[in-house]
């Protein structure tokens, strides 16, 4: 149990298109969801925290206007990159929190042309 | 605040080699202490976990205790496999930070036959 979907698991896309990503809980409800960004051979760093219903909770430094997070419903979150640069070409994962842990979805690679 | 300190890598290791991955944390209180494994292009996965002083997590052939007096919480395998290959990640719960992780910088450990 406890599995966590990503959708797509890659994307290639133009510069100045946005591009959306979906997390989803496949067996559980999730009234909280995290995004992560990864950059090469780097740890994972919080962009923010998906709450179902209300608004996202951004990180220090992450722009909300950019990164659009979406919490609809109890298990779906998206994470939608609006007007895309190289520069936000990365590994984005999300998890999803169940009984007080995390559970990480497979990560989506973003690729921005 | 919280924060994770673990080795830096790469880890190159023989077959059936004895593995530590140091970790260290600093945080207030008892945090909860995770590690995670990452194979590559996939998303994370809870390896092991202690929510207390003294507590072994173990999965796979892994252990850590969680060792309050010197703030660490090493990764030991006894006799590591090629399939072992991946990025391990030591994370902290801290007891504010409302089932937020705190990651250290991962380490990559490459084993070869």
């Known amino acids: 149990g406890a599995v966590v979907s990503q959708h797509p698991s890659w994307v290639i896309c133009k510069s100045g298109t946005s591009v959306k990503i979906e997390c989803r809980s496949l067996?559980?409800?999730?009234?909280?969801m995290f995004w992560y960004r990864q950059f090469p051979k780097q740890s994972l760093m919080l962009m923010a925290t998906?709450?179902?219903?209300?608004?996202?909770?951004?990180e220090q430094g992450v722009e909300k206007d950019k990164f659009l997070i979406n919490h609809a419903s109890l298990t779906l979150s998206t994470l939608t990159v609006t007007s895309a640069h190289p520069e936000d070409s990365s590994f984005y994962i999300c998890?999803?929190?169940?009984?007080?842990?995390?559970?990480f979805g497979p990560g989506t690679r973003l690729t921005v042309l | 605040g919280d924060s994770v300190t673990q080795m830096e890598g790469p880890v190159t290791l023989s077959e059936e080699a004895f593995l530590t991955i140091n970790c260290t944390y600093t945080a207030t209180g008892y945090p909860s202490l995770f590690w995670y494994v990452q194979y590559p292009g996939e998303g994370l996965q809870l390896l092991l976990k202690?929510?207390?002083?003294?507590d072994k997590g173990s999965n796979k052939g892994f252990e850590a205790t969680y060792r309050k007096e010197t703030t660490s919480f090493h990764l030991e395998k006894g006799s590591v496999q090629v399939s072992d290959s991946a990025v391990y990640f030591c994370a902290l719960s801290g007891i504010n930070a409302g089932n937020m992780l705190t990651f250290g910088g991962g380490t990559r450990l490459m084993v070869k036959p």
């Open positions: 998906s709450n179902e219903g209300s608004k996202a909770t951004y």
């Open positions: 067996d559980f409800q999730a009234t909280t």
């Open positions: 202690a929510t207390k002083a003294d």
């Open positions: 998890s999803a929190l169940r009984r007080n842990e995390q559970f």
